[in-house]
């Protein structure tokens, strides 16, 4: 009888929390004929609680940087922990057969700056050459430095001319002050790179770690680092531990985790008593839909308590904690015709 009564409080309540749940669409390409669609979001928490939306704005058609001429990188904005949203900023925009795609951010958590970094392509002069460039803000995401290309940086000399670009979404920053991000290269696999000196300067970990695709990184509370990876032959995803700081990497598989080879988001989350891992992505073997976030209570080795957040046709999402413990995911909804925000409370996450 116990049993039968907690399976019916979680039903009851799992459905009572998702009823809360409101979908925001921030990015609408219905509402100008010139946009053919917004894609690839990136959201952050800045530290005075802004909340920073970016996302590729692709014009003419809405296919990918090596086959866009026109695509365009533009936020909005919100100063109350999503409930209102500033009008779209745009804030990288070169000519017509230069494109900038896939922005992902890290908050400096020691400086206040924030780094929105992106791919560039000129489709006229240099076609299949991918450029990784970075710009910093210092107010919050007011305003925003001239773009800086790092890819000499980050990449090795050999890559010029191979399939490579930093992934969408976001970094992060560990314990003592590191700067770190992912990037692929499609021949020679997912790689870390990072910062030591709050983004000055750029270097990347010349460790390969496959299989991988688009990817991302977080420090667990014990100092290593984890990679969670898509990897386009499976369906599920993979893990990558360092225990030395990138030097070495042991790697395996997450088969409790499904995905249909997808970019996702995972962050921290701590609570007074436990430090928790949050992923979200679209929790199918098969088919880009069932946005869900699963949660890992042993740091990345497992996942459970996996809970939809929508159960249709979703795909590219990204998680930021809010002042209060809520999470402010922000992903592409509907068969990429919407790019909603939605407040996913935290009793909602961590309810049992």
Known sequence: MKSIFKILVMFFGISCFSQELIFENLFDSSLNSEIACYRIPAILTSTNGTLIAAIDERNN????????RNINIVIRKSYD???TWSEIEKIIDYPDGESASDPSMILDQQTGHIFLFYNYMNLDLARDIYRLMVIKSSDNGKNWSVPKDIT???????????FMFITSGRGTQTKDGTLLHCLVNLNKGTHVFGSNDNGEN????????????????????????LVNSRVNSNEFRYSHISKNKGKSW???ENKDLSDP??????????????????????FSSKERNNLSISISYDQGLSWENTKTIY???????SMTLLKNGDIGLFFEKDDYTKNVFVRVPKKWILYN
């Open 311 to 317: 159960k249709g046709k979703s795909a590219y999402s």
């Open 261 to 282: 080879a997808c970019n996702a988001s995972l962050i921290n989350y701590s609570t007074n008593s436990k430090s928790l891992l949050l992923f979200s992505n679209a």
């Open 152 to 162: 000499s940086q980050i990449t090795k000399k050999d890559w010029d001319k191979d």
């Open 250 to 252: 042991f790697s395996f």
């Open 61 to 68: 058609l809405c296919g990918d940087l090596k086959w866009n």
């Open 81 to 83: 922990d999503g409930k």
């Open 202 to 225: 750029w270097f990347l970990f010349d460790h390969p770690l496959k299989p991988g695709d688009e990817s991302k990184i977080v420090e667990l509370s014990n100092g290593d680092w």
